[in-house]
């Protein structure tokens, strides 16, 4: 499988309040994180690390729900310890969930958008304490179909009004149809995506488009 990702940027993670617990408190989270700890609350959002200077045309927010039906990646345990990583000129990762091949992550990771014509790539690894992850599928999934929706006249939209849908094709990692909303005074897209490279296995994902002051530079 492909080796372990490089280092991903800073976390920002909340520590819960003070509870009753045999463990001692974990005084760092990132370590903690990727080992499973339960004693630190998942991260809501991993900022990536600084790119180019390049003018950002908006930001996108992936919230990375769940996995469905993924491969065993431990024979031992006949079950998998599994984690996203999305590339888009830099990497962000979501926790680790414990020995579960249908995991819930509902992790938000925000990925600022400078170049329309590269997808966003995905890879699911499984977390191995002692050897390199191995892989657990790949996919990706374009940012045009959202940022040509944000940039629409949508004052006076109706709530849950379907802007687009993008359907499976040959080309494409979908599992199901894609559609592009108008949600709470806010673009958004849903994505099923089906991973390539393994036997089965697909990723849920929520995207939503954050406007940003227009010239701003990373």
Known sequence: GAGRPAAVGRIHATLPPA?????PACSAPIQCLEAGDSSVDKPVLYRPSAMASE??????????VRGHNLVVADPLTHTSDPYVVLYYGSQVKTSVQKKNVNPLWNDVLVLPVTNLTKPVKLEVFDADTFTADDSMGV????????????????????????????????????????????????????????????????????????????????
């Open 19 to 23: 509870r009753s617990s045999p463990r």
């Open 55 to 64: 003018p950002v045309l908006g930001k996108l927010s992936v919230r990375v």
């Open 139 to 218: 996919a990706e999934f374009s940012v045009t179909d959202i940022y040509d929706a944000a940039k629409l006249d949508l004052k006076h939209a109706s709530d849950g009004t379907r802007i687009k849908t993008i359907y499976p094709v040959g080309a494409n990692y979908l599992g199901g149809e894609s559609h592009v909303s108008w949600k709470n005074g806010k673009v958004v897209q849903d994505l099923i995506l089906k991973l390539k490279n393994v036997d089965s296995g697909s990723v849920v994902l929520q995207l939503e488009w954050v406007h940003v002051v227009p010239g701003v530079t990373l």
